[in-house]
């Protein structure tokens, strides 16, 4: 599986749009970006997956660029709540194989 | 269905002691997978099974290690003779075989070996 590079940190305040990049340069064309986060003592939460398009659910946005060497999760509207690790990872068939974490991107959503 | 179970959800031991850790997963789910989280980490892969068969071990699991899903239900994860660095957190996560469908987790165990 491809190895993706995140920022340690970052904050935003909330109410804002928080925007979480990820590089994965060595992305392969079957290889989809899945990103989960995970809640202090809690486990990794699935957020949303994408191959090449622009994905939007109820939680977030996944942009992915056109040659896929990076992609951004984008939380519309940062709560308190969305406070947490969040972790990009690229895997070759999704959850049918087993999930490569890195150490994430710590968010905290400030007042 | 109230997704993954995992029990328990603390356990501490002695070092030198037996644990054995269960997960139940999502019951239409037929991959089960096993992690290993240490402070300051991301989850780290030790195993996985699709019904019954363990499909893949890694090489994180040593030979104190040993898990199980006997007819390819819930699962159970044994450490013998726990040593201090088997301090972590264990992480059950199910899913269906299907391509692009995403993993389940539970909310783990923490195992502590003084």
């Known amino acids: 599986d491809a190895k993706t590079t995140q920022p340690t940190s970052m904050d935003c305040a909330e109410g804002r749009a928080a925007n979480l990049p990820c590089n994965h340069s060595t992305i392969s064309g079957n290889e989809y970006v899945y990103w989960y986060r995970q809640i202090h003592s809690q486990g990794p939460q699935y957020i949303i997956h994408g191959l090449k398009n622009n994905e939007t659910n109820e939680m977030a946005s996944l942009i992915i660029t056109e040659d896929r060497k990076s992609s951004t999760l984008i939380l519309p509207h940062a709560t308190l709540r969305d406070t947490a690790v969040y972790y990009c990872i690229v895997s070759l068939t999704g959850a049918n194989s087993k999930l490569t974490f890195g150490k994430g991107i710590t968010l905290s959503v400030r007042p | 269905d109230t997704g993954v179970s995992q029990n328990p959800r603390h356990k501490i031991t002695k070092r030198g002691q037996n644990v054995t850790f269960r997960c139940d997963p999502i019951s239409e789910h037929n991959r089960l997978y096993w992690y290993r989280q240490t402070l300051g980490q991301g989850p780290e892969f030790l195993t996985y099974?699709?019904?019954?068969?363990?499909?893949?071990k890694s090489r994180l699991l040593s030979d104190r290690f040993s898990a199980e899903r006997p007819k390819g239900s819930f699962s159970t994860l044994e450490i013998q003779r726990t040593e201090q660095g088997d301090s972590a957190m264990y992480l059950c996560?199910?899913?269906?075989?299907?391509?692009?469908?995403?993993?389940?987790f539970g909310q783990g165990t923490r195992l502590t070996v003084v």
């Open positions: 996560a199910s899913s269906y075989f299907r391509d692009n469908t995403e993993a389940f």
């Open positions: 099974f699709q019904n019954e068969a363990q499909l893949e």
